[in-house]
């Protein structure tokens, strides 16, 4: 993808959520950053009040997946893995992928169909991101809100 | 006030479906009979904001998911609601491994 027409897309779908007031308010989320090719958005757990960064990075948009971290709203810095949330369902690799397969990645990651670490380890290799991406629901848009709803199930 | 005015208002909720595709309507309330099965205010919403597929989605409550057969009444949605509307998500790595090396982290 031509990195104009990345910046571009990412500028147009971005402002659907950014935008948005009605949404950020109904799904307790706060926009801390949505410059190309970062979009950083703090949500609220609305079980236990706590509050976490997801800093997506939409680098070659939407050639490629988001690749997702979450980071300390203070320091900006990678939030520790015992602090990430978590889940039965395997969205959520606080310590990396520790598998038959090989340990591919080494850091905190979330396991999701739409995110870049998902799509690029071994394991999930044949699950191509191609397949998805001009599909519903898997805009950047659609993507963020997926995060943070699987965000919200999660034990964090 | 008539008493049939004041009956019809108490039959009516403002409802607003809120999308990572934009709002129905775009801002504030709409007004909706209690007895409109949700499906309907979805499908309305659909066409206003010209989504293309929508099969597979989920409208939510807050957390509570909703059921788009039954009437907004059954569903038990108060006036001024937001509905949220999106995809469904989908569940984390399939690979037996990937959802073992979870559970220990989570059981830790």
């Known amino acids: 993808m031509h990195p104009d027409v990345s910046r571009e897309l990412f500028e147009i779908e971005s402002k659907r959520i950014s935008e948005n ?22 949500a609220k757990h609305r079980s236990t009040g706590k509050i976490r960064v997801f800093r997506f990075k939409f680098d070659d948009w939407n050639d490629l997946p988001p690749a997702l971290s ?14 990430w949330p978590t889940d039965r369902l395997g969205h959520w690799h606080a310590s990396g992928w520790i598998s038959e397969a090989g340990i591919e990645t080494a850091i905190p990651f979330m396991c999701m169909v ?6 690029r380890h071994k394991s999930h290799i044949g699950d191509k991101w191609e397949n998805y991406r001009n599909q519903p629901g898997f805009d950047l848009p659609g993507i963020v ?4 709803e699987v965000f919200q199930k999660s034990n964090v | 006030m008539s008493q049939e005015h004041e009956h019809e208002q108490k039959n009516h909720i403002g409802l607003q479906v809120v999308t990572g595709s934009g709002n129905f ?10 007895h409109v099965r949700l499906e309907t205010v979805l499908h309305e919403a659909a066409q206003h904001l010209k989504l293309q597929n929508t099969s597979g989605w989920v409208a939510r409550l807050g957390d509570r998911q909703l059921d788009p057969a039954l009437t907004l009444e059954a569903n038990h949605i108060p006036d001024k609601s937001r509905i ?7 569940g984390g790595g399939t690979d ?13």
């Open chain 1, 21 to 42: 007031d009605d949404l950020l308010l109904d799904r307790g989320l706060l926009v801390l950053a949505c410059s190309y090719p970062y979009f950083t958005v703090a």
């Open chain 1, 70 to 83: 979450l980071t300390d709203g203070e320091t900006g810095e990678d939030l520790p893995g015992k602090l």
């Open chain 2, 84 to 90: 949220f509307w999106a995809p469904t998500e989908p």
């Open chain 2, 96 to 108: 037996v491994t990937c959802i073992r090396t979870s559970v220990v982290s989570f059981l830790r």
């Open chain 1, 145 to 148: 809100l997926k995060v943070i």
């Open chain 1, 114 to 119: 739409g995110i870049r670490e998902y799509h």
């Open chain 2, 25 to 34: 309507p775009e801002s504030g309330f709409k007004d909706f009979s209690v």
